[in-house]
C-alpha cells in the first residue's frame, strides 16, 4: 500500500480528482493476465481489491513479488516506454483502477504542477521499492527475517503525508463504489 500512499501524499486533490475521472475500473477472474511479460501497456494501474502474482519467464515462473490493494503496477514501463520484465496474474478476484496511458501522457504534457508532482511521487515509491529489494535481497543470502512492515526509516513529514495520502486514497475507493 506505500506506493499509493506516496502518489496520492504527492499529488493535491485536483490530481486525484482528474485521474478519478480520467481512469476506469477494471474486475478481473482469479486468474487471469493483467500484465503480459514483454506485451506493450496501454494503461498504468492501482490494484483497488485482491492480490497479484508476479512472475518472470527468466526466473522459471516463480513468484517474485506479492501485489495487494495501494500497489501501482505498469509504472516501470510507464516511465521507460519499454515492455514489462514480469508477468502479473489475478490470485484471486480482482478490482484494479487503470489510468490510460495516452491520457496520462497528455496530462503529463500539459500540466506541469502535475508532471512534477506525479514524477516525484513515482521516484519516492520506486526508490522505496528498490531498497527493500535489496534489503530483501540481502537479507535472504543470510538467512535472515525480513520485515517489510519497517517504517523506521521515515520521518515526520512523510508520516504527515501518507497519512494525508490515505484519507485521499479511501476518497477514491468511495467515490468508486458510488459510481
Known amino acids: 500500500m506505500r506506493n499509493t ?30 500484465i503480459h511479460e514483454g506485451q506493450v501497456l496501454d494503461a498504468m494501474y492501482i490494484v483497488l481489491q485482491g492480490q497479484f502474482r508476479v512472475s518472470m519467464a527468466a526466473a522459471g515462473g516463480t513468484e517474485l513479488a506479492r501485489l495487494r490493494v495501494g500497489e501501482v503496477m505498469g509504472e516501470i514501463s510507464f516511465v521507460d516506454s519499454r515492455p514489462p520484465a514480469a508477468t502479473v496474474t489475478a490470485v484471486e478476484d480482482a478490482v484494479v483502477f487503470a489510468i490510460p496511458r495516452q491520457r496520462l501522457l497528455a496530462k503529463l504534457a500539459e500540466d506541469t504542477g502535475f508532471a512534477a508532482r506525479f514524477y516525484q511521487a513515482l521516484s519516492m515509491f520506486l526508490a522505496d521499492r528498490m531498497r527493500s529489494a535489496v534489503s530483501r535481497l540481502l537479507n535472504r543470502s543470510m538467512d535472515t527475517p525480513v520485515d517489510d512492515d519497517d517504517d523506521e526509516a521515515l520521518d515526520p513529514q512523510v508520516l504527515q503525508r501518507m497519512a494525508l495520502a490515505g484519507a485521499r486514497f479511501d476518497w477514491m475507493l468511495k467515490s468508486l463504489q458510488g459510481a
Open 5 to 34: 500512499l506516496y502518489l496520492f501524499g504527492i499529488l493535491n486533490e485536483a490530481d486525484t480528482a482528474w485521474m478519478l475521472a480520467t481512469g476506469r475500473q477494471e474486475r478481473l477472474q482469479a486468474g487471469a493476465i493483467l
